[in-house]
């Protein structure tokens, strides 16, 4: 089996407009019921989900000349196993992070390490 981490990510300017164009309570409530369909998706893949992974928070970006704050669009993180990344798209399709408008994924392979 082969490791793979997966990349949430939400365009930075659709997450803004989501803001600040919906109520709160909507907010609220397409984001409780984002996480229980995360949750249940992740109950039927538990046994590919090698790290839950964790959501992320701002960015920092350090350079040689400093660090500064920095907008990305990166949301949360896992690592899945799997025999191949077309396993993982698959995988996938029914995420509902997918459900988001213009959300994507980034599925990039760990290579094998020899130390």
């Not at 191949?84 to 988001?100: E, R």
Request: no cysteine.
């Amino acid at each position: 089996m082969k490791k793979f981490v997966v990349m949430y990510r939400v365009p930075v300017d659709v997450m803004k407009k989501w803001r600040e164009e919906t109520p709160e309570q909507e907010r609220k409530a397409q984001d409780e019921k984002l996480g229980k369909e995360m949750g249940e998706w992740i109950g039927k893949h538990k046994n590919s989900i090698v790290d839950m992974g964790l959501p992320l928070g701002k960015n920092t970006r350090m350079t040689m000349s400093g660090a500064k704050p920095e907008t990305n669009d990166l949301n949360f993180y896992q690592v899945i196993e799997a025999e191949s990344v077309d396993d993982v798209v698959a995988m996938f399709k029914d995420n509902p992070h997918m459900q988001i408008p213009d959300a994507y994924l980034d599925i990039m392979e760990v290579p094998h390490m020899r130390m």
